[in-house]
């Protein structure tokens, strides 16, 4: 060896090969935990009382029964990965009970409220988030401005929610969900910070079902709520009169009112776009009333994140919207987005260690 050849010490070398086995197999687990929902089994331990062994889950669900001793493989990465605990893990058939996360992707509305296994499914999705990424070492080579998104599928992400009926209603319901967790969530921790307070109206930009727009409404009935998304999104949306909807493009014109509201749209889009849909934003707003304001929940990375998982995560989520030519944000890069846009000042509010809420003042 020579003295330049960098040394790597047995101990380290060993490091390293364990951690390149365990990183690669890291799908497993993603794929797995779509498998489980889709069987569902969080819904299944539920409904034995919340403890169940494998053989009860047979049982509950549609898994044949020769399957049995694979499900019980599958269950033990799991459990070992905090999806499910696992009392006395070295038993031949131990009793499965539920965690935050798989409680949380229960489908009974009666004991979790926010079913978040559309969301799951939609992130773990094959034919539009996981094959997606296939394409990524040839999108990297390729000096065009092709999105990896549209070098994958042929089109862009939102022809493809016209085109594909089963990608839109896939989209649409797990936003639903996501938006009306996070806002009533939200309304809980910061109602008391006055980011709602004077106004009248609201226009949710890009708000898809109106999740988002239905919880503001339910918390501030006086706050007329409106909701601006694309044709094909806003003729699906289920409408209860509690909010208005309105079919348009977000990049041509908005719908004044004192706020707009804009969640999860703004990280699908490169900063000229942002730009873009900002200005219209600002053109949509009192420009000289101190109730004028825009209003968006996004991430700004590293913003009160209170462990590793959030920021890993939130990183992760910036490579998934690389797809898009989206991109999550650190402040700085809000900032110069703000300043480009015409907007003079903005103030973040962290929410559970995870998103931010931005008000932008013109
Ligand atoms: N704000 C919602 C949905 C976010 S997904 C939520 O957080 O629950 C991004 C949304 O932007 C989709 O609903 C998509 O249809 C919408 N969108 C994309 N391009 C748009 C455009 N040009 N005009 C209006 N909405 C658009």
């Known amino acids: 060896m020579s003295c330049a050849q960098e040394e790597v010490s047995t101990q380290s070398l060993h490091a390293g090969y364990v951690q390149m086995w365990h990183h690669s197999l ?15 089994i969080p819904t ?25 001793p694979y499900l019980q493989r599958l269950m033990r990465m799991l459990a070992l990965s905090g999806i499910f605990t696992a009392d006395q893990p070295d ?26 296994s559309p969301l799951h499914r939609i992130l773990a999705r094959p034919s539009t988030a996981i094959s997606t ?11 065009s401005a092709t999105t990896l998104f549209e070098m994958a599928h042929g089109v ?6 016209k085109n594909d009926g089963s990608y ?28 709602f307070d004077g106004l009248r109206s609201l226009v949710d930009v890009g708000g898809g079902h109106g999740g988002a727009a239905k919880a503001i409404a339910r918390a501030f009935p006086h706050i007329k709520c409106s909701v601006l998304d694309l044709e094909q999104v806003i003729s699906e949306a289920p409408s209860d009169g509690t909010v208005q909807f309105i079919s348009g493009d977000m990049f ?20 000229d776009d942002c730009v ?57 890069e809000w900032r110069k987005i703000f300043l480009e846009a015409g907007f003079s000042d903005y103030k973040i509010t962290p929410i559970l260690g995870f998103q931010s809420i931005i008000e932008v003042f013109p």
């Not at 062994?53 to 029964?65: A, C, Y």
């Not at 896939?170 to 939200?186: E, G, P, T």
């Open 168 to 195: 839109n209603k896939d989209m649409n319901d797990s936003l639903f969900m996501d938006s009306s967790f996070l806002m009533d969530v939200m309304l809980k921790e910061v109602g008391s910070k006055g980011i």
């Open 44 to 68: 299944a331990i539920h409904r034995r009382g919340g403890a169940a062994t494998v053989s009860d889950i047979v049982s509950e669900t549609g898994v044949h029964p020769s399957k049995l």
């Open 91 to 116: 038993k031949s058939d131990p009793i499965y009970k539920l965690t935050p996360v798989s409680h949380i992707l229960v489908q009974d509305s009666a004991s979790n409220p926010y079913d978040m």
């Open 276 to 332: 873009k849909i900002l200005h219209q934003c600002k053109r949509a707003i009192p420009s000289r009333d101190a109730r004028g304001k825009v209003i968006i929940v996004n991430f700004v990375l590293g913003q009160g994140t209170r462990d590793n998982v959030a920021l890993e995560t939130q990183l992760l989520f910036d490579v998934f919207m690389m797809r898009y030519g989206g991109a999550e944000r650190e402040e700085h």
């Open 156 to 161: 862009p992400s939102w022809s493809l929610t």
């Open 252 to 271: 041509e014109s908005i719908l004044p009112a004192d706020a707009a509201f804009i969640k999860l749209v703004l990280d699908c889009w490169g900063d």
């Open 26 to 40: 890291f799908h497993i687990k993603s794929m797995g935990l779509l498998c489980v929902v889709g069987l569902g």
């Open 133 to 143: 990424f296939f394409s990524l070492e040839a999108w990297f080579r390729d000096g």
